[in-house]
């Protein structure tokens, strides 16, 4: 039986694709959530203001997708996306890698990191 996103499963449990909005921008991180939300697909959003507590989010959430920014107090988003890509049970998330400051060589980073998403925008 096929479910569509946003209706309870069987079990009661919440089928929801699930994304975590990790950024620094709690402006930021508050429009996309509601965006995301409220769209069609109801997506179920966590916002992580920090890589701690994005760490946290990672183990009790286990977001689908995680929408990082590059940039951040703390480990860079590269180094979150690393961690993400060692831990057996999260390697299979999808991150989405966002940055407001593409200066600096953050791009060619993004690009040339042996972690980095598989295609850059």
């Known amino acids: 039986m096929q479910l569509r996103p946003g209706a309870p499963s069987e079990g009661g449990r919440d089928s929801r694709p699930k994304i975590l909005i990790v950024d620094d921008d709690a402006t930021f991180c508050a429009g996309i959530r509601r965006v995301l939300s409220e769209s069609e697909d109801g997506f179920d959003v966590r916002c992580a203001a920090d890589c701690f507590e994005a760490g946290f989010q990672l183990g009790t959430f286990r977001p689908d997708v995680v929408i990082l920014d590059l940039v951040m ?7 979150i996306c690393d961690r993400i890509r060692r831990h057996a049970t999260l390697r299979d998330v999808k991150i989405v890698v966002l940055t407001g400051f593409p200066g600096g060589g953050n791009r060619e980073r993004a690009k040339t990191s042996p972690d980095a998403p598989h295609e850059l925008l």
């Open 73 to 79: 107090p703390g480990l860079s988003g590269l180094a």
